[in-house]
């Protein structure tokens, strides 16, 4: 099973590498497969790559989905 994540693109490099940032964690990825990224804007990425942009409010959703199944799986857990 493969997971790609939302991230905002906080800082571009001149080697087509970008650092991103998820939840306080800044992270470098290739902008290899990705035309047109800019400082903002919110890319999907796995392994390192980001796979292309996502629209700002499909990324803050998708992120607060994550965060209300990682609370779930929390509270679970504590209750098991």
Same mark, same amino acid.
């Given at each position: ?14 080697? !087509?590498? *970008?650092?991103?940032? $998820?939840?306080? #964690?800044?992270? +470098?990825?290739? =902008?290899? @497969?990705?035309?047109?990224? &800019? ?8 392994? !390192?790559? *980001?796979?292309?942009? $996502?629209?700002? #409010?499909?990324? +803050?959703?998708? =992120?607060? @989905?994550?965060?209300?199944? &990682? ?10």
């Amino acid at each position: 099973m493969c997971l790609a994540i939302p991230a905002k693109v906080v800082h571009l490099r001149d080697d !087509g590498l *970008a650092d991103v940032e $998820l939840e306080g #964690v800044v992270k +470098e990825v290739s =902008l290899d @497969l990705v035309d047109g990224v &800019g400082v903002g804007d919110f890319v999907i990425v796995h392994v !390192g790559y *980001a796979l292309a942009k $996502l629209d700002p #409010v499909e990324a +803050e959703k998708t =992120l607060k @989905l994550f965060a209300e199944m &990682g609370e779930a799986a929390l509270q679970q857990g504590a209750a098991q």
